[in-house]
């Protein structure tokens, strides 16, 4: 499997670096996709570049998160034992991902990544899935409240 990603990869995306903070990023770029982890790799939409930077660092530490806690096989079985639900667990994971990118970069630049991710799938760009996300609203309240 890692070895059809790795080609995936390689044939379909861009291989850049983007800095924040002295902190770089390894992303690969791809149309049409928004921002997601596939193995080991931030993978991201070309029209990421046209974001404001503070939106950029702000999804790139959320996808960092994943790509350093999602795999931690241990905790994402308590917390469907915790939840009793995968689709929750998999919410929670959302959740402290958010979290984890406010404290990286800020409860204001994480909110309005959220928004703008909000915008995206009101216009069709890119879709919500319900077992995978939370609404965007209660991800802004868990953000605001924590």
């Known amino acids: 499997m890692k070895n059809i990603v790795d080609v995936w990869i390689k ?10 903070k002295n902190k770089v990023f390894n992303v690969y ?9 596939i193995g080991n790799k931030i993978i991201i939409d070309d029209n990421f570049l046209k974001y404001p930077k503070n939106i950029q660092f702000a999804l790139l530490y959320h996808e960092e998160y994943h790509l ?4 931690n096989l241990l905790k994402f079985i308590w917390n469907v034992i ?5 689709i929750k667990a998999r919410w929670e994971e959302e959740y402290n991902a958010d979290i ?9 630049d994480v909110i309005s990544f959220l928004k703008k991710a909000k915008k995206e799938y009101d216009k069709g760009n890119i879709k919500y899935n319900p077992k995978t996300h939370p609404l965007i609203e209660d991800r802004i309240n868990r953000v605001l409240n924590n």
């Open 82 to 86: 915790k939840f009793k639900s995968i």
């Open 29 to 37: 770029i791809i149309k049409d996709c928004y921002a997601k982890v």
């Open 11 to 20: 044939t379909r995306c861009i291989k850049d670096k983007i800095i924040c």
């Open 68 to 71: 350093y806690n999602w795999s």
């Open 100 to 108: 984890y990118s406010s404290k990286k970069t800020s409860k204001k």
